[in-house]
């Protein structure tokens, strides 16, 4: 077997199921090794950026590895920033880079695509991932392709792996499939009887979970653990759309003074929060409205517990889980104080009124009640807060690193991994970074339904910054563009038109639909009306 043969067949019984990248000289053998062995597909797109965030979107929607292939330097480089913001929202990206052969190295020139030196861009991807390696020796390459599989998963984070391109058709043997690294079950143990001794005594206990449940596949048994328990569930903020596909009693999301004030009065007031898979972030937790004490939560996360002033490592979130199952009568509890908020607008009138973003979301929940619930991919910006008000249905965004151009290539990698037709949320800042990826639809048989909040305005900064002119942005006319790259593009700016082109776009499924909403400047979302008064009156009570 090849060495690249033997990496993508790790990939495979890693649970990776299909590759993005884009090729360079560094990294044509490998591209066509993946190509001839047809073992996992590949989806090239146009610029590393959106390589990056439509593997990231795979791996978090689908569960388990995505994979980023590129070229040296140019290309690698190009994927610093979406590895980052894989790695602050804890998603398991493989990225697989090109590289110089052993030879070419020992030359004495400067190679093109080399930054400082030939470890540069390694290093570089230290920082960002959680492990790397160079499979630099056949021998060692197996073991070290599991080393990095395996930490991916387990901590899901990114990893690198360079291959020089003069290792791709080097012999090599199979790669070992490793278990996840299992937790003490003496240590396991104590904490779950810990957790469940908490709870018990606390008055008002709340589940709140974030996104490590569904990186670790855990919907099902935390929906099963909820319903035994008897107690409310909520989501974090970067933890929207989770559970949507369970039938868990979601009380709401969580977002502080910007959220809906019953589910801030129920986790604010909780006397036993217990947080399952958490990002501890200022987005999650930034706005609260009377500060959490997060000595008195029970907080599993990043393998690890922390209750009160005991902490327990190494305990893996399902581990956790499955000893509270196990400790836990299989009857589900019906417990009194279980409240239901979740709650959406429905019913926009069809009229001439010029359209805002809630308007938006209603229109979106009408079109979900109508035709079925669709995934959705969010970039950062008054959509993802638009996003708040739509249905609870599976969702992924950047709730945390909040780097824009992920909306549409997060979308492409849901369609390629899924089959799924996704709805894209993106305002016309951040589609004017990666929105021309929706070029590589038509020759993948992808057909989204993008939805482009046009403010002509980065609007999310002028609320911060009301003065400054350089957050007006020209009129673009995105539909104009969607013609030539092969999809269908429609201009809206009544109530009316919006419903029109929604039900069009669903009605004719071939092809990705541009929906352009015309917005005035300064029309916001509530929850972002509400999450910038909050940041401004927290931020003048430090100042
Ligand atoms: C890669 C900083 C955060 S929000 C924003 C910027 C520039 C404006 C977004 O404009 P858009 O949406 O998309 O039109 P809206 O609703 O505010 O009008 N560079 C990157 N990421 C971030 N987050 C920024 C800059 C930013
Ligand atoms: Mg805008």
């Known amino acids: 077997m090849l060495l690249a043969e033997s990496l993508l067949n790790a990939l495979h019984a890693y649970g990776a199921r299909e590759i993005f990248g884009i090729p360079g000289d560094f990294a044509l053998p490998f591209f066509k090794v993946i190509e001839e062995s047809g073992r996992l597909p590949l989806y ?3 610029h590393e950026p959106a390589v990056g965030f439509a593997a990231d979107a795979a791996a978090r929607y689908r569960g388990g590895l995505g994979v980023a292939a590129v070229t040296y330097g140019a290309g690698a480089l190009n994927l610093v920033n979406p590895v980052a913001g894989a790695y602050a929202e804890k998603s398991p990206l493989v990225v697989i880079s090109g590289a110089p052969g052993a030879q070419e190295r020992r030359a004495g020139l400067g190679l093109h695509h080399q930054a400082k030196t030939f470890d540069s861009q390694r290093l570089i991807f230290s920082e960002i991932t959680c492990a790397h390696t160079c499979l630099n020796q056949a021998a060692s390459a197996p073991a070290e392709i599991a080393r990095v599989l395996r930490q991916c998963l387990d901590e899901s984070r990114p ?23 299992p937790a003490d079950e003496d240590a396991l143990a104590a904490c779950a009887d810990d957790v469940l001794a908490h709870l018990r005594r606390a008055k008002q206990p709340v589940m709140m979970v974030g996104v490590e449940i569904r990186r670790f596949g855990l919907e099902q048994l935390v929906a099963t653990l909820a319903s035994r328990l008897g107690i409310p569930v909520v989501t974090s903020f970067m933890g929207r759309g989770l559970l949507a596909e369970t039938d868990a009693p979601l009380s709401g999301t969580y977002l502080g003074v910007a959220g809906i004030a019953d589910v801030t009065a129920l986790v604010e007031k909780s006397d036993g929060l217990l947080m399952l898979g958490v990002i501890l972030s200022d987005t999650n937790f930034g706005v609260s409205a009377s500060r959490i004490d997060f000595r008195r939560c029970i907080n599993a996360a990043d393998r690890q517990v922390s209750l009160g002033f005991h902490h327990y490592a190494d ?12 400790r836990l009568p299989s009857t589900a509890i019906q417990a009194a104080s279980r409240t239901q908020i979740m709650h959406y607008p429905t019913q926009m009138p069809h009229d001439q009124q010029s359209i805002t973003p809630h308007d938006i979301a209603t229109a979106i929940n009408d079109l979900m009640d109508h035709h079925g619930d669709l995934p959705i991919a969010c970039d950062i910006g008054d959509c993802l807060f638009t996003a708040l008000d739509i249905k609870h249905t599976a969702l992924v965004a950047p709730g945390y690193y909040a780097s824009m151009g992920f909306g549409v290539p997060a979308a492409l990698g849901i369609a390629a991994t899924s089959g799924k037709r996704p709805l894209v949320l993106v305002g016309d800042g951040a589609f004017q ?22 403010n002509q305005s980065w609007e999310m900064l002028r609320t911060f910054q009301p003065e400054s002119h350089f957050n007006d942005l020209d009129d673009w006319h995105f539909a104009d563009i969607a013609a030539s790259l092969g999809g269908i593009g429609i201009r809206v700016d009544t109530r009316q038109a919006l419903h029109t082109a929604l039900e069009r776009a669903m009605a004719e499924p071939h092809a990705f639909h541009l929906i352009e909403v015309m917005l005035p400047r300064g029309t916001l979302s509530p929850t972002l009306s509400r999450f910038v008064a909050g940041v401004k009156r927290l931020s003048s009570v430090v100042a």
């Open 433 to 454: 970074m990666t929105g021309w990826e929706l070029g590589n639809c038509r020759k993948a048989s992808w057909a989204p339904i993008v939805i482009v909040l046009n």
């Open 44 to 46: 090239t797109l146009s």
């Open 315 to 326: 305990i893996p979130l399902e581990s956790l889980i499955r000893a509270l199952l196990d």
């Open 159 to 181: 990893v690198y792996i360079e291959l020089p391109r003069d290792m791709v058709r080097v012999p090599c043997g199979p790669v070992p499939l490793l278990p996840s690294r």
